[in-house]
């Protein structure tokens, strides 16, 4: 709760371009949540850097994605769009986190091992201590709901039970926040391998669809999903590849499973990919399009960078002197 509205946070890194994935499983859902709630959508910058990235590339792609949130649908006088590093509360908050958390519980994160296995020559404090900081992004600002994909529960579950073992020690400092999953798309699946999520890291390009992607480079990649030797479309577990086509067009769409099944019954799978494709397509195209004219307007951009940075700050500055004074630092002297 912040001044009496329920409140929400959700952040995404700036590690890759985003797959549609990440569109439909968070950032869609998340342009219509402001009339119920008091809502920042943080560039978590901060967190891509535990894994090596080029400077000027991870500039960029912060900017990019900050303008991917606007362009996807997120008002920006409606909703609080920053950089995670504009907000020093997020750093600092961290490090008390981090004196309240166990090593077992860092220890347990599959995100951990996943990443940790993947760069296995740079398994940095960074990357063990990630989920604190996500949960210093979400507590800073009292988090109701944290609306995110149905992979990210882990660091969900441990940041309220580091906000239920701060406040069983110190009173109610940190409202203890419930996750948000949305019905449709919460997890798509890679279109090469469908046992693995897609995701924005995958090397493989074919793997994903990127939010950047052109039309041409959209049907190719839909028309190259992996699908089965069965021969029927039909929504089933033993048919992976087919069954997430058929969740990627229910999800850009609109329309239930049951209705595609009718609407490809007797239809072979070349049919069902192209339909994904241009339904993706549609989808995709308008926001890109927002994207290339929103990316010219700098003096636009930059002004919302600096008034959500200070808006963010003050209140995440307001919850970090509660907890300095909570744990014993002296008080800062007026
Ligand atoms: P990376 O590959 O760099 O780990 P990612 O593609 O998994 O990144 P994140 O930045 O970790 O993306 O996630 C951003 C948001 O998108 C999270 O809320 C996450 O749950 C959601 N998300 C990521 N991948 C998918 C997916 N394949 N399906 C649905 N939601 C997803
Ligand atoms: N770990 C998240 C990104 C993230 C986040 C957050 C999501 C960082 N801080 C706070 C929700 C709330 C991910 O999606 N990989």
Request: with cysteine; hydrophobic share 35%.
């Amino acid at each position: 709760m912040l001044d009496g509205k329920k409140s929400l946070f959700s952040g995404m890194q700036a590690t890759g371009t985003l797959t549609l994935g990440n569109y439909l499983g968070a950032l869609r859902n998340w342009v219509t949540l402001h009339d119920e709630y008091e809502c920042f959508y943080c560039v978590v910058d901060e967190h891509s850097i535990t894994v090596r990235q080029d400077p000027a590339t991870l500039r960029k792609r912060a900017r990019d994605l900050l303008i991917l949130y606007i362009a996807a649908g997120l008002d920006p006088e409606k909703n609080c769009i920053y950089y995670q590093s504009h907000v020093s509360a997020h750093a600092e908050l961290s490090w008390i986190l981090n004196c309240f958390t166990y090593m077992g519980e860092l220890n347990r994160m599959t995100q951990f091992k996943d990443k940790s296995a993947k760069h296995a020559d740079n398994i940095n404090a960074g990357l063990f201590t990630y989920p604190v900081l996500m949960a210093a992004d979400i507590l800073l600002f009292q988090s109701d709901v944290v609306p995110v994909g149905i992979d990210q529960m882990q660091h969900l579950e441990i940041t309220r039970d580091i906000a239920e073992r701060f406040n069983n020690i110190y009173g109610d400092v940190f409202t203890v926040p419930e996750a948000y999953i949305g019905k449709v798309g919460a997890k798509i699946m890679s279109l090469q391998d469908p046992s693995k999520k897609m995701s924005k890291s995958d090397e493989n390009p074919n793997a994903s669809i990127y939010m950047m992607d052109d039309p041409d480079t959209i049907m190719r990649k839909c028309r190259r999903a992996v699908t089965d030797s069965e021969a029927a479309i039909l929504y089933r577990d033993e048919q992976p590849g087919v069954k997430n086509l058929i969740d990627i067009y229910s999800a850009c769409t609109g329309k239930t499973v049951d209705e595609v099944l009718k609407e490809f019954d007797g239809k072979g799978y070349g049919d069902l990919k192209t339909g994904v494709g241009e339904a993706v397509v549609s989808v995709l195209k308008p926001i890109q399009d927002e994207h290339a004219r929103l990316s010219k307007d700098k003096a636009y951009i930059d002004g919302i960078i600096k008034n959500n940075a200070e808006k963010a700050a003050y209140y995440a500055n307001k919850t970090l002197r509660k907890v300095q004074k909570k744990v014993g630092f002296p008080e800062r002297v007026r």
